[in-house]
């Protein structure tokens, strides 16, 4: 089976050995908030050419000096990421496929890589360059000089990260996932929104990053119902950890979960395996938002700027998906004058269900760093 799989991705990918010159440069970037337009328009059919290519492995080999360790820049438990420089002098970013797991799991997930970002164009999603099947499996992206949030937020050698870069890396990652739910041409959820995935350019604007556990979803269906459950401890959405249930909505909680994270410099989980939204929620529902805030930052944070991402952070946890924005909501309350709270009341009893409903129940370990969801169903019924 291996051997016909092979031989399969081989025949697939024989016709995309191009050069990166000879197809399209850039892309129109969709106007996020032209609402119109994205109503209106009929939906893309077929999708546009993908403009990434296939690497041979002596180019790749040659931009990562044959894979030198001192060029490595990540590791997971089913990949390595090395940087390189192509010919052109450009930086990359080569993600290498391990051979710890089974022929079958790299194929997929690898193709999952590509078949999600081989369309996707946004300033605030990672750009694929391309891809190499030989000798192994490779993802070949722009390298992000800054490396991921999770690694600036938390390095203990540098100072804090300033309030400004915060804002802008908050505004910019919901720019991002909005494009992702409602602007790509495929409906795309990511499934494991974290820190970690969302990449930093030099100028540090983020880019979301990491899709091998990303699920498209046609327009006519509302849902994926997948098993088993896999994503990142911390994060999972209550919806998808009990029931398997992803949308969206899915997104929307990991990403105030990650909002979370930007304005209180507190990791995901803590050291007593505490969640983030787990004690922030108490303290938001309070009203006692300043809290929250991150005490390295000394006080120097625009205070109508940190209430617009606290209170937009206390809707994307609720444990109810119903009472959670969309994105196109969320980066309405960061970037609107005025907070409009009363709109996201909820009924009594539903705040009611809210205080007694246990973040513990989420309590469990699920990480990994890919997709392995061979009992996925799709749903047109409601979530």
Same mark, same amino acid.
């Given at each position: 089976?291996?051997?016909?799989?092979?031989?399969?991705?081989?025949?697939?990918?024989?016709?995309?050995?191009?050069?990166?010159d000879?197809?399209?440069?850039?892309?129109?970037f969709?106007?996020?908030?032209?609402?119109s337009?994205?109503?209106t328009s009929?939906?893309?059919?077929p999708?546009?050419r993908?403009?990434?290519?296939?690497f041979?492995?002596?180019?790749?080999?040659?931009?990562?000096?044959g +894979? %030198? !360790?001192?060029?490595? &820049?990540?590791?997971?438990?089913?990949a =390595?990421?090395?940087?390189?420089?192509l010919?052109?002098? #450009?930086?990359?970013?080569?993600k290498?496929?391990?051979?710890?797991?089974?022929?079958?799991?790299?194929e997929k997930?690898?193709?999952?890589?590509?078949g999600?970002?081989?369309h996707v164009?946004?300033?605030?999603?990672?750009?694929l360059l391309?891809?190499?099947?030989?000798?192994?499996?490779?993802?070949?992206?722009? +390298? %992000? !000089?800054?490396?991921s &949030?999770?690694?600036?937020?938390h390095? =203990?050698?540098s100072?804090?990260?300033d309030?400004?870069t #915060?804002?802008?890396?908050?505004?910019?990652a919901?720019?991002g996932l909005?494009?992702l739910?409602?602007n790509?041409?495929?409906?795309?959820?990511h499934r494991d929104?974290?820190?970690?995935n969302?990449?930093?350019t030099?100028?540090?604007?983020?880019?979301?990053s990491?899709f091998?556990?990303a699920?498209w979803?046609p327009?006519q269906w509302?849902?994926?119902?997948?098993?088993p459950?896999?994503?990142t401890?911390g994060?999972?959405?209550?919806?998808?950890f009990?029931?398997?249930?992803?949308?969206?909505?899915?997104?929307v909680?990991?990403?105030?979960?990650?909002?979370?994270?930007?304005?209180?410099?507190k990791k995901?989980?803590?050291g007593s395996h505490?969640?983030?939204?787990?004690?922030?929620k108490?303290?938001l529902n309070?009203?006692?938002?300043e809290?929250?805030v991150?005490?390295?930052l000394?006080g120097a944070y625009?205070v109508?700027?940190?209430?617009?991402?606290?209170?937009?952070?206390s809707?994307c946890?609720r444990?109810?998906?119903i009472?959670?924005?969309?994105m196109s909501?969320?980066?309405?309350?960061?970037?609107?004058?005025e907070?409009?709270?009363?709109?996201?009341?909820?009924?009594d009893?539903?705040?009611?269900?809210?205080e007694?409903?246990?973040?513990?129940?989420?309590?469990?370990?699920?990480?990994?760093?890919?997709?392995t969801?061979?009992?996925d169903s799709?749903?047109n019924?409601?979530?």
């Amino acid at each position: 089976m291996k051997y016909f799989r092979t031989a399969s991705l081989k025949r697939l990918f024989s016709l995309k050995r191009n050069s990166i010159d000879e197809l399209p440069k850039g892309c129109d970037f969709p106007e996020e908030d032209n609402k119109s337009k994205t109503e209106t328009s009929p939906p893309i059919e077929p999708l546009q050419r993908p403009s990434w290519k296939c690497f041979s492995y002596a180019e790749i080999f040659d931009a990562t000096n044959g +894979f %030198s !360790s001192e060029n490595m &820049v990540g590791k997971g438990g089913y990949a =390595e990421v090395y940087r390189g420089e192509l010919e052109d002098g #450009r930086a990359i970013a080569v993600k290498m496929l391990t051979k710890m797991s089974n022929d079958e799991r790299k194929e997929k997930e690898f193709l999952t890589e590509i078949g999600t970002l081989g369309h996707v164009c946004h300033p605030n999603v990672t750009a694929l360059l391309g891809c190499c099947i030989d000798n192994g499996l490779y993802l070949i992206f722009q +390298f %992000s !000089s800054k490396g991921s &949030v999770a690694s600036v937020l938390h390095d =203990e050698n540098s100072p804090a990260m300033d309030w400004k870069t #915060r804002h802008q890396i908050a505004v910019g990652a919901a720019r991002g996932l909005h494009y992702l739910h409602k602007n790509c041409p495929r409906r795309i959820i990511h499934r494991d929104i974290k820190a970690s995935n969302i990449l930093l350019t030099a100028e540090f604007e983020p880019q979301i990053s990491d899709f091998g556990l990303a699920k498209w979803l046609p327009s006519q269906w509302t849902h994926h119902s997948i098993v088993p459950i896999e994503g990142t401890f911390g994060h999972l959405a209550p919806e998808y950890f009990m029931h398997g249930v992803v949308d969206e909505k899915t997104d929307v909680f990991a990403f105030g979960v990650f909002m979370l994270e930007l304005i209180s410099g507190k990791k995901p989980v803590d050291g007593s395996h505490q969640s983030l939204h787990s004690w922030a929620k108490p303290i938001l529902n309070r009203g006692e938002i300043e809290k929250v805030v991150d005490p390295r930052l000394g006080g120097a944070y625009d205070v109508t700027e940190f209430n617009r991402l606290a209170f937009a952070a206390s809707l994307c946890i609720r444990r109810s998906s119903i009472w959670r924005p969309t994105m196109s909501e969320v980066l309405e309350i960061m970037l609107q004058e005025e907070i409009n709270e009363e709109r996201w009341k909820m009924p009594d009893e539903d705040e009611e269900q809210e205080e007694f409903w246990g973040f513990e129940d989420l309590e469990c370990e699920c990480d990994s760093p890919f997709s392995t969801s061979p009992h996925d169903s799709i749903s047109n019924g409601s979530s």
